[in-house]
């Protein structure tokens, strides 16, 4: 019963994310130079793994930290992004040849620069690897030269491995990180550096013991609690039933933490940490966070609704390959740190569940603490509970896509209403931007920003300039984060449920909301275009949508495959000929929109490809498939057809002028009369092909050239055969006619001559052939022959003599008379 309960656990789970999938198809993508998306890309020699960022408070001014150098960028206007200032920071030689004394690769024997941070309004605080002996520096912001003061010990401040990674933030001059302090990198660390108002530095005490071999991903200050939030996953120690599993943390620290007096000198004594839980019900959890982001509430709101928006992934087989974006509220994060704690046996480095309520709330920031509470959190740090996500649980779960980075902003729509939307970094790395609505995640479009993979990486979101900065190894790349400009319609842009567009009526164009006045049109949660968009600029009937015209010309018997320009993948699209089905024996219609049959006279025509999205119906492309005309003979034709080539020939024309301005089919009012006109057509194809066939199997004589030829057509019958098709201007009375051309005596051929020819020969051989045969099986068989001779009766050698009188042996009146001595003896007496 328990493994079939977990098979339907898996199937249901399998089920949700098959659902899951189908609602996440990004609605549009961008590949890398895609004319509709706008991308600007930055890029210098020399200048490698620019993954390091920090934006001025004005937003004018970009900082990198990249390997070997640090660099400031001019990013004032949109679209631009220029060096201004670029400083060497390579590790000296010294450095260079011990580090790879030690092992390391050449390539990881540079100065990763890992920290960039303000400690004021004229200086910033950098620090890198330096060829695995870290240091820092000071650098002035306005010169943006290195300090004369010699550079700093970074132990405990950078990591010594530029793969592994750290975070650092700076609140009110200090500097607080999260990353390991030995070459080995087996010596995790929480620490405060550049302590100010004569308080001492602060680090773990016992750092391997209070961390298990983490992986920092964020920090956070909290300005309403004044307390720094890290966020990093780990081994849970406290799973004693299961080895190596991961869990995702979140810690805490007091930024008024002094440490102790007696006990806990120069270490934290807030220090503590529980479990983040990206998890839907009973199901596998979500347990390896990738990246988390801090998004303060709206102004005036209260503090406790600060959200934490987490992008996890699984250690399980079953979930490989996908992700998952929890959300966390600080109001539950602080209900968990005020909780009960474990209990750590430093002997067997087990924890056990207390027994009793905590005597003390280890989380409270006290600036002094007795020995006894400090005894007490030296052993307990690590919170019973764990931190659940907020309503309504996963926010999302991608089943293809593995997230990296996350930023989140909060934006308010034409209606007044505040809407999140989120930036999703993918490891193949497409930028998701994604709105999260009422009835779940909806990812308004898909941008490639870099093909190669990258190891190291970073997203910066810069909500005053409206632009996403990602850092990678192929360098920065600026994304706005709105692209109005590319809907070209109402229908479009209402369609695109994008918070940061809206339609302007007065100006027919999708603008920015924030830049716009009142009463744009904008339906960020449903996409009703019906009810949005004015009748003047929006249909539900496809005969009445402009969509362009275009031609394709094909000969008979060919494989036809038209293509349909997409705008969304969202939408669902098929194909229509006018006044008629496409059977499914005739056509195949592929997932991907595209339309393939095989060319004849009865799949020749007009096709319209058809798109459907949340009710709404629009023609995305009318494509007339049209036989392509054959090299006419250089005899003469009959002067007859003549008039129907010319009308054909002024058709055309008017076919290129159709194409040209770009005219809509409107096949649905289609006269009672035109439909008539096709079925004569229809009828007078297929007499023309029964006259052509009969035409072939009865050949005449020609005296004239003694050829055989077809029967010459009656007046009744040169009508040349005619294929009309439906096209884009049948409303204006328009056909697009093709001309067979009638066979003449002149350039047709006959073969009957040379095929008597042959014939007499075959008989000829098969008489010889015969004969020889007969001749050779007398010749091996005489004793047949002579005994065929003897029992030959008189009536048969007296014909053959009357046939031949010459071969007798004996005279005529001899062999009289021997046949009435015969006949008398033979009688009675």
């Not at 930055?42 to 408070?57: A, C, E, P, V």
């Not at 003549?642 to 055309?652: E, I, K, L």
């Not at 009744?716 to 096209?727: A, H, K, Y």
Request: aromatic fraction near 8%; include cysteine.
């Amino acid at each position: 019963m328990a493994l079939m309960a977990l098979e339907w656990r898996v199937m249901v789970l399998l089920g949700l994310l098959d659902t899951c999938q189908a609602l996440l198809i990004p609605r549009t993508t961008f590949p890398i130079g895609s004319q509709g998306r706008s991308l600007t890309h930055f890029t210098s020699s020399g200048i490698k793994n620019t993954t390091t960022l920090l934006l001025s408070d004005d937003g004018t001014t970009l900082y990198v930290g990249a390997r070997d150098y640090v660099l400031s960028l001019d990013v004032s206007q949109p679209g631009v992004m220029e060096i201004k200032h670029k400083v060497d920071w390579s590790p000296k030689t010294s450095d260079h040849e011990v580090c790879r004394s030690k092992g390391k690769s050449e390539m990881d024997c540079h100065n990763f620069v890992r920290v960039l941070q303000f400690l004021n309004t004229t200086h910033m605080y950098a620090c890198g690897t330096n060829a695995f002996n870290p240091q820092c520096s000071y650098m002035n912001i306005e010169s943006f030269t290195g300090s004369s003061v010699s550079k700093e010990d970074g132990r405990g401040r950078c990591p010594f491995n530029p793969h592994q990674r750290s975070t650092a933030i700076a609140v009110g001059g200090e500097l607080y990180t999260s990353t390991v302090e030995s070459f080995l990198g087996d010596k995790p660390a929480i620490s405060r550096f550049l302590s100010g108002r004569g308080r001492k530095d602060l680090k773990l005490e016992n750092g391997h013991i209070s961390l298990n071999d983490p992986t920092f991903v964020s920090s956070s200050f909290i300005p309403s609690e004044g307390k720094v939030y890290y966020f990093f996953r780990e081994t849970g120690k406290e799973y004693t039933f299961i080895n190596d599993y991961t869990v995702s943390r979140i810690a805490q620290v007091c930024t008024s933490d002094v440490g102790g007096e007696l006990l806990l000198q120069k270490h934290w004594t807030t220090f503590v940490k529980a479990q983040l839980r990206c998890q839907a019900g009973s199901d596998l959890p979500f347990n390896n966070i990738q990246d988390i982001v801090t998004l303060p509430p709206p102004e005036g709101n209260n503090p406790d609704d600060t959200i934490f928006y987490g992008v996890f992934s699984s250690q399980w087989p079953l979930a490989s390959g996908q992700s998952a974006v929890c959300m966390f509220r600080l109001r539950d994060i602080k209900n968990v740190f005020a909780g009960n704690y474990y209990e750590l046996n430093r002997d067997t480095q087990q924890w056990r569940t207390p027994q009793y309520p905590s005597k003390f709330s280890p989380g409270e920031c006290e600036l002094r603490k007795p020995a006894d509470k400090l005894m007490f959190v030296k052993d307990n740090f690590l919170a019973v509970d764990s931190v659940g996500p907020g309503d309504p649980g996963l926010l999302l779960v991608s089943p293809d896509q593995l997230y990296s980075r996350i930023a989140a902003q909060r934006t308010r729509a034409a209606n007044g209403r505040d809407f999140t939307v989120l930036f999703l970094l993918t490891e193949s790395g497409f930028l998701h931007k994604t709105v999260l609505l009422a009835k779940g995640p909806h990812i308004i479009e898909e941008i490639l920003v870099f093909t190669q993979p990258q190891s190291v990486k970073n997203m910066l979101l810069s909500i005053t300039k409206g632009v996403v900065f990602v850092g990678s190894s192929e360098g920065i790349f600026q994304v706005p984060v709105s692209n109005c400009s590319f809907y070209s319609n109402c229908a479009e842009c209402v369609l695109a449920r994008d918070p940061f567009c809206g339609w302007d009526h007065d100006q027919a164009a999708c603008v920015e909301v924030s830049a716009a006045s009142s009463g744009l049109a904008q339906d960020v949660e449903e996409g009703n275009v019906m009810e949005v968009c004015k009748p003047s600029q929006r249909s539900s009937l496809p005969h009445t949508m402009r969509s362009p015209v275009a031609e394709k010309y094909v000969q008979l018997n060919e494989v036809v495959r038209l293509e349909c320009p997409q705008a969304s993948r969202q939408a669902a699209v098929r194909w229509e000929r006018p006044g008629s089905i496409l059977p499914g024996h005739l056509y195949l219609q592929p997932a991907n929109g595209s339309l393939s049959f095989l060319a004849s006279p009865l799949t020749l025509g007009t096709y319209r490809c058809i798109a459907e999205e949340n009710g709404y119906i629009q023609t995305l492309v009318d494509i007339i498939v049209v036989q392509r005309a054959l090299p006419r003979s250089v005899s003469s034709t009959p002067t007859h057809s003549q008039p129907r080539a010319d009308m054909v020939t002024s058709q055309g024309t008017q076919r290129e002028e159709v194409t040209e301005v770009g005219m809509e089919a409107d096949w649905e009012d289609e006269t009672e009369m035109e439909a008539e006109v096709r079925r004569d057509d229809v009828r007078e194809v297929q007499a023309a092909t029964m006259r052509e066939e009969v035409t072939k199997q009865v050949p005449v004589s020609d005296p004239t050239n003694g050829q055989e030829e077809l029967p010459a057509p009656q007046e009744e019958d040169v009508t040349p055969t005619v294929v009309r098709e439906t096209s884009s201007a049948w409303k204006e009375g328009m056909t697009f006619n093709q001309v067979k051309e009638p066979l003449s005596s002149n350039n047709v051929r006959s073969y009957y001559s040379e095929l008597v020819a042959v014939s007499f020969l075959l008989v000829v051989t098969l008489c010889m052939l015969v004969a020889g045969g007969v001749y050779v099986w007398q010749q091996q068989n005489p004793s047949q022959k002579i005994q065929q001779g003897l029992s030959k009766t008189d009536e048969e050698i007296a014909s053959s003599q009357e046939e031949d009188p010459l071969s007798a042996n004996l005279p005529q009146d001899d062999m009289l008379k021997e046949k009435e001595q015969e006949k008398s003896a033979k009688q009675p007496i």
